[in-house]
């Protein structure tokens, strides 16, 4: 039976929405709640690092405004300290996965850069590993688990795949690491690779072999592009010919950017909330140039990037964009559809999240 696409657009209406979330960072989506749960649990081990303040005291309840001056070493000082050994990894993982199937998330995509602990037996590789056994874990669990029957939807379980990230920061050997470490893990759900950090930081110029090898075996690409102000057009240019399949933020174009993404197709990964609480972006949500790019044929998968930093589930942007731009039900069910096209899970994926869809034509 079909669901009438003229409901009214209401915050718990879009929680049961199913829906596809393409540009999470396993770290940045860690809610502090957790942070705090790690902290006392090492802190009873007797392994806490010294003078590492409680994450309900470092990063406060509420507090959203991180831009890009404070939001990187939130990271490199606090959050890395604080998950660096397998349990304190898997465990964030796997919360981070309930909370994105708690809201309503189908189809995840979680990103992460693969980072070393060499004090806990930590390799580039182990990491990887253990956030795959966790996703498969909690993919399989998923897979046996009874769909709640609450929701007014049709749903199906939560899938989650892995992209492997590229740090602006890395050299040309490291990013080439990160591609072959993307490429042995391939059978295993890794589907993507992506370019991230601080966008004042490094020479993208560097990383076009890595990216030209994730291309040559078939690897999604997705890259941050246009983050901030300071960017050149030079960038720009070496960016798009790395030929990304996906582009995130999108925020400071020069002349001629905009038609040249347009005639692309390129999947679009915009973040609302982290874009204004970041300041990325001048003004509030109504400002943002979801507005421009939603009519304009580029497939739009609306995410979250850091819900952990920036307290905005899946739920919540979908329901920020409806408001500002005074989308329809019917019109939030499209925007849906359209990121099932630009997802790098494989045609399977895709038919089953098309037919979660059609009960909403
Ligand atoms: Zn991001």
Redesign the pocket.
């Known amino acids: 039976m079909a669901v009438p696409s003229d409901k009214p657009v209401t915050l718990s209406l879009l929680r049961d929405l199913p829906k596809i979330e393409l ?3 396993l770290s ?1 989506s860690i809610s502090r709640q957790c942070l705090h749960e790690i902290w006392l649990r090492k802190r009873e081990e007797g392994k806490l690092p010294s003078n590492l303040e409680d994450p309900l005291l470092a990063i406060p309840p509420g507090k959203v405004d991180y831009d890009l001056k404070t939001f990187f070493p939130l990271f490199s000082n606090y959050i890395y300290h604080l998950c660096f050994d397998a349990s304190s990894i898997e465990y964030s993982t796997r919360r981070v996965l309930e909370d994105f199937r708690d809201d309503g998330v189908v189809y995840l995509e979680l ?1 992460t850069t693969p980072r070393t602990s060499p004090e806990h037996g930590i390799s580039k590789e182990s990491y990887v590993q253990l956030v795959l056994s966790t996703i498969d874990a909690f993919n399989q669990e998923q897979a046996s688990s009874k769909q709640s029957n609450e929701s007014p939807f049709k749903s199906s379980p939560m899938k989650t795949y892995l992209i492997l990230s590229i740090d602006r920061r890395n050299t040309a050997a490291e990013a080439m690491e990160v591609v072959d470490l993307a490429l042995r893990y391939q059978h295993r759900g890794v589907v993507g690779v ?1 370019l ?1 950090g601080d966008p004042s930081k490094g020479d993208v110029a560097i990383f076009g072999p890595a990216f030209e090898k994730a291309d040559d075996y078939d690897l999604g690409i997705t890259l ?1 592009f246009a ?1 901030s102000e300071s960017v050149t057009e030079k960038e720009l240019q070496t960016l798009l010919s790395f030929d990304p399949h996906r582009i ?2 999108v925020i400071h174009l020069p002349e001629g950017y905009r038609e040249e993404i347009a005639v692309r197709k390129l999947g679009l ?1 915009l ?1 609302l909330s ?1 874009n204004v609480h970041a300041k990325m972006i001048t003004g509030g949500v109504e400002n943002h140039h979801f507005g421009y790019w939603k009519n304009k044929g580029c497939p739009i998968a609306l ?1 979250t ?2 819900v952990g930093v920036f307290c905005s589930p899946l739920s919540n942007e979908y329901f920020l964009a409806a408001s500002h731009f005074n989308l329809s039900f019917a019109e939030i069910v499209q925007l849906c559809k359209g990121a099932v096209e630009v997802i790098f899970g494989g045609d399977e994926e895709k038919d089953r999240l098309r037919s979660l869809y059609k009960q909403f034509s």
Request: proline share 0%; hydrophobic share 5%; aromatic share 0%.
């Open positions: 540009h999470a960072h940045g990103r992506d991230c941050h983050e995130g933020h990964e973040c982290c995410s990037d850091d």
